[in-house]
Each structure stands twice: as structure tokens, then as C-alpha cells.
């Protein structure tokens, strides 16, 4: 679904929402999205960090510098301009919240191939604190959640394959089921609620219990 439906259905209920392209890697084009939320809406109270890569990286000893650095790029360096410039509004208007997605691979290797994308989300959490020590007393709260195993369809699996390695990482998830978008949010809507007041800094892990084997 385009970035355009998502806000006409959100106004179809009744919300407000508008679309802001940007470009994630560019430092002026996060300066120009966050000026022009401020512009629509007076302020920015909450920022949601939602945005990141995933691919699949080359073997370690094979992984270029480009890959490399175009992971950092998008999932550190972008959400970093993200954070000071949502942090410089949000303190000049009496505070806010932040929320980081990170992952579970930010601190296990369940999938080795996707170190260069781990490393980058174990990055994230370090920023993570950092920018909630340094914000605490301007009344910006900074936390990040860390998704484990998430179905995106509940359509069945087509590909035997696939299907054979779902099966597998289910029995690793404690509560024996796939977490869905719908859990990720609701971890995020709690952290930037007045229920989490008393919270920041924090790595919130959303996996399930796969992290507990």
C-alpha cells in the first residue's frame, strides 16, 4: 500500500494524515520532512522510526563496502538525522517521544546472513540510550522496540520450502505463534502512552520468547 492510501484511509476515519516523501539517506531531505511536519501540525509529540532495509548481505568474507555501508546508511546514519531533528523540535515545544525499531538480531545472531543488518539494529539500541541520556531532561523520552519473528499475511505458504522453515522457527517462539504487525504496534503505541512515563532508554523485546532458548 502506497505511503498516499495509507494517509487517505487513516482520514477516511476520521484522523489526519498527510504524505511526506523523503529521502531517508539525505541529510537536508530529513531536515526539509521534519520542518514541513512542523509546519502542518505545529509540533511533532511522537516520531516512530519505522524505516529500514533487510536484505540478504554475501557471506561475511564477501560482503563489499557498498553493502556495507548502504545498510548503516538507511537503518543508523538516517535514523540518527531522524532523531536530532524530531529531538530539536520536540525540545523547543516541551518534549516528546521517540521509538526505535530495532530487532532481535541486535543481540543474537539468529540469522548469520543478515549480520551487516544486525550490527546496524545492535548500533541502533547504543544510539538508542545515548540519545535518551541525552534528552531526559527536555522531557523527550527515547526507547526503542525490538521485533522478533512477524508474519505479514496469514495467507498458507506456498513454496514447501518456506514453509519447511517457518515450521522450524515457530518451534523456537515461545508462545508457539508469529508475532503480527498489530503486536508491534501496540508495543509502540505503550511506550509513547502516559502508561510508560517512567520509561525511557529501554530495549523492549517483542519476539514472543525466542530469545528466552
Not at 531517508?24 to 509546519?39: C, F, H, I, Q
Not at 516520531?47 to 548502504?70: C, M, R
Not at 505479514?152 to 508462545?175: G, N
Not at 511506550?191 to 523485546?205: D, E, K, N, R, Y
Request: hydrophobic share 45%; net charge neutral.
Amino acid at each position: 500500500m502506497s505511503g498516499e492510501a495509507v494517509a487517505k484511509e487513516i482520514r477516511d476515519e476520521g484522523g489526519q494524515a498527510i504524505r511526506l516523501p523523503f529521502e531517508l539517506r539525505d541529510e537536508a531531505s530529513v531536515k526539509t520532512l521534519m520542518e514541513s511536519a512542523k509546519k502542518e501540525h505545529g509540533a511533532i509529540d511522537i516520531l516512530v522510526n519505522n524505516a529500514g532495509i533487510y536484505p540478504v548481505t554475501s557471506p561475511f568474507l564477501e560482503t563489499t563496502a557498498e553493502q556495507w555501508d548502504n545498510m548503516n546508511a538507511v537503518n543508523l546514519r538516517g535514523t540518527f538525522f531522524c532523531i536530532r531533528e524530531g529531538a530539536r523540535i520536540m525540545r523547543e515545544n516541551g518534549g516528546g517521544n521517540i521509538v526505535n525499531i530495532s530487532s532481535m538480531g541486535s543481540l543474537r545472531p539468529a540469522a548469520p546472513t543478515r549480520f551487516a543488518y544486525n550490527s546496524s539494529k545492535a548500533g541502533l539500541n547504543r544510539l538508542t540510550q545515548d540519545a535518551a541520556a541525552e534528552f531526559a531532561r527536555d522531557k523527550i523520552r527515547v526507547n526503542a522496540v525490538l521485533p522478533g519473528p512477524i508474519s505479514l499475511s496469514s495467507a498458507p505458504i506456498e513454496d514447501p520450502a518456506i514453509a519447511k522453515m517457518q515450521e522450524l522457527i515457530l518451534k523456537k517462539i515461545a508462545v508457539r505463534r508469529f508475532g503480527t504487525p498489530a503486536d508491534i504496534a501496540a508495543a509502540v503505541a505503550f511506550l509513547v502512552s502516559p502508561a510508560s512515563s517512567f520509561i525511557t532508554g529501554q530495549m523492549i523485546l517483542a519476539d514472543g520468547g525466542f530469545t528466552l532458548k
